[in-house]
T-cell receptor
Framework: SQELEQSPQSLIVQEGKNLTINCTSS?????LYWYKQKYGEGLIFLMM?????EEKSHEKITAKLDEKKQQSSLHITASQPSHAGMYLC????????????????FGAGTRLFVKA | GAGVSQSPSNKVTEKGKDVELRCDPI?????LYWYRQSLGQGLEFLIY????????KSGLPSDRFSAERTGGSVSTLTIQRTQQEDSAVYLC??????????????FGPGTRLLVL
């Protein structure tokens, strides 16, 4: 299983509907990142969350990191066809090695389709 | 099926040394990309290969960075005279190459580079 679980794997929504994508770990997440890959374009960086309870918005997309810093949700309000694409979460976690330090891990991605 | 693989998974080196990072793309994918993620920052595009065309090197941060792709498959990213600011996760991705770079990219697990 992955260290960073992203759900759902794919999602089909009607235009105008709200939706939520989740990114969950059993470990504390330091630096949680959300990316998007639009169909027809490359990967783009959306936002980064660092503090427990932090919430940020980018146009109609809102992301929040929970207080325990183990889960982040990405919420899209009134979805549009332009929101279609793949959403990818990434995070820094503490390495379980003698030397410690951080490592960056990624979820498997969520493919979003928006029906007009 | 086999995904994108990268080696080594972790690399610790001393400042001033050269390092080589390897990427094996998904079989049949003609497009290959290198990205870098430094702690606390988003993904940074480095270089892009498409078939036999000249690579897009526009993202390479300095002339200490270079990349090759032999036989249209395996790629090697070389960093000469490493500096501490080169410490990051280096990610490789590949895609079919039909409409690259405007298509879904599949990421490898990354190589974590630490320059002491």
């Amino acid at each position: 299983s992955q260290e960073l679980e992203q759900s759902p794997q794919s999602l089909i929504v009607q235009e105008g509907k709200n939706l939520t994508i989740n990114c969950t770990s059993s470990k504390t997440l330091y630096g949680l990142y959300w990316y998007k890959q639009k169909y027809g374009e490359g990967l783009i960086f959306l936002m980064m969350l660092q503090k427990g309870g932090e919430e940020k918005s980018h146009e109609k997309i809102t992301a929040k990191l929970d207080e325990k810093k183990q889960q982040s949700s990405l919420h899209i309000t009134a979805s549009q066809p332009s929101h279609a694409g793949m959403y990818l979460c990434g995070a820094d976690i503490v390495q379980q090695t003698r030397t410690g330090g951080f490592k960056t891990i990624f979820g498997a991605g969520t493919r979003l389709f928006v029906k007009a | 099926g086999a995904g994108v693989s990268q080696s080594p998974s972790n690399k610790v080196t001393e400042k001033g040394k050269d390092v080589e990072l390897r990427c094996d793309p998904i079989s049949g994918h003609t497009a290959l990309y290198w990205y870098r993620q430094s702690l606390g920052q988003g993904l940074e595009f480095l270089i892009y290969f498409q078939g036999n065309s000249a690579p897009d090197k526009s993202g390479l941060p300095s002339d200490r960075f270079s990349a090759e792709r032999t036989g249209g498959s395996v790629s090697t990213l070389t960093i000469q005279r490493t500096q501490q600011e080169d410490s990051a996760v280096y990610l490789c991705a590949s895609s079919l190459g039909v409409v690259a770079p405007q298509e879904t990219q599949y990421f490898g697990p990354g190589t974590r580079l630490l320059v002491l």
